[in-house]
């Protein structure tokens, strides 16, 4: 299919982007993958399911407080499958509604578990819409991207520290050495879309990580070797201990007592240099 003219695509982009390139352009890359968490709207659809369960869970109350009554007739309350016929279905219609609630929570449970996403990502939407004059999707459909506090982003936010600083730096994450061609791009979109390799920034980061742990593993033999005096020894590994804590913490996406522990074992290691009479 011959490709429309950049001209005629700026004149009406709702006709030739529309929706098919922008869900190309926010499926291509997991942090684009924005949508809304509608977290007061689910928060009040809980609520209502659970007020119609509690207003069941009351009639069956008042029928079994009925059933039970001293001047009632002899109604078995011992048995549910010869169980009285208004009973029995009301406990069908709170299994039901049970059933909707109880997958309502876990379903909210989960969608907890995303992060709320990075406003960067965000304005790398808005940017792609203000690219194409606002009018390439309906300005009220993508009036979603205004709910910045609501939006999640639906990939885990595993990248390490150095990673996410890469990440937000303009300057840093649109280098040339990260970009990458697709050829899914349409020509007339090739000056408004640019995507770079999200694999060889991780590569770098992990790269940058390698080093800088093989130097505070290397560098402190050398210094401890042409050191003397054991006071000094211990300042020097006091020194890489507090460098090492600090790099570990900011560089890698580890936990609190993780990062204590690799600590410790770093610590020892060095101790070892002492001992062996570094």
Wanted: with cysteine; hydrophobic share 40%.
């Amino acid at each position: 299919m011959e490709e429309p003219l950049p001209e005629e695509v700026q004149k009406q982009p709702w006709k030739y982007v529309g929706y098919r390139r922008y869900a190309e352009f926010i499926s291509s890359d997991s942090d684009l993958f924005i949508f809304r968490r509608f977290g007061t709207l689910n928060a009040r659809v809980g609520l209502l399911l659970q007020d119609r369960i509690s207003l069941l869970e009351q009639k069956l109350i008042n029928l079994d407080d009925e059933y039970s009554r001293r001047d009632a007739e002899p109604i078995n309350n011992g048995t549910l499958r010869d169980d009285m016929e208004e009973r029995e279905a009301l406990l069908n219609e709170i299994s039901y509604h049970l059933d909707k609630y109880n997958k309502f929570l876990i379903q909210q449970s989960q969608l907890r578990e995303y992060v709320r996403a990075p406003c960067r990502d965000i304005k790398n939407l808005q940017t792609w819409h203000t690219n194409h004059q606002n009018v390439a999707i309906n300005e009220d459909e993508h009036r979603y991207l205004e709910h910045n506090q609501d939006l999640i982003r639906l990939r885990p936010n595993d990248k390490t520290p150095l990673r996410n600083w890469i990440d937000s730096s303009l300057t840093l994450r649109t280098l040339s050495i990260w970009k990458k061609h697709s050829r899914s791009v349409p020509g007339y979109e090739t000056n408004n879309i640019s995507y770079y390799s999200g694999t060889s920034m991780d590569v770098f980061a992990s790269a940058v990580i390698i080093f800088v742990g093989g130097s505070l593993l290397v560098t402190p033999i050398w210094v401890l070797q042409a050191i003397e005096k054991f006071q000094s020894k211990l300042a020097v590994i006091t020194a890489f201990i507090l460098v090492f804590l600090l790099v570990l913490s900011s560089a890698m996406a580890s936990k609190p007592l993780e990062a204590l522990g690799v600590t410790a074992a770093y610590a020892a290691v060095l101790m070892v240099f002492i001992q062996v009479g570094l």
